[in-house]
Nanobody
Framework: VQLQASGGGLVQAGGSLRLSCAAS????????MGWYRQAPGKQRELVAD???????NYADSVKGRFTISRDNAKNTVYLQMNNLKPEDTAVYYC??????????????WGQGTQVTVSS
């Protein structure tokens, strides 16, 4: 599975960005796609994910500001980020996984895309 992420950049606080991640390859068994982020000196953390049935999960810090969606026909997941804050600055990574209940059977990572929010 290959993941191609795009859409990062520099934006002022209060602005918006949309990240995209297109999956290709042997994706028939992938049931969850999402976005993680890692800020300097911090651990990678989940931002949001979405299952193949459309169930979503968000980090508390982004609820109400970020929206994850997916286009199954295009094998693409999107992250619409509104009202961005300086603390959202991080490298954002696309993730595709096969999960069974709480277990990750296997997962893939895309290349990171930098999001920088200036104050």
């Amino acid at each position: 599975v290959q993941l191609q992420a795009s859409g990062g950049g520099l934006v002022q606080a209060g602005g918006s960005l949309r990240l995209s991640c297109a999956a290709s390859g042997s994706i028939f068994s992938i049931n969850t796609m999402g976005w993680y982020r890692q800020a300097p000196g911090k651990q990678r953390e989940l931002v949001a994910d979405i299952t193949s049935s459309g169930s979503t999960n968000y980090a508390d810090s982004v609820k109400g500001r970020f929206t994850i969606s997916r286009d199954n026909a295009k094998n693409t997941v999107y992250l619409q980020m509104n009202n961005l804050k300086p603390e959202d600055t991080a490298v954002y990574y696309c993730n595709a996984a096969r999960r069974l209940l709480t277990t990750t059977v296997y997962e893939y990572w895309g290349q990171g895309t930098q999001v920088t929010v200036s104050s």
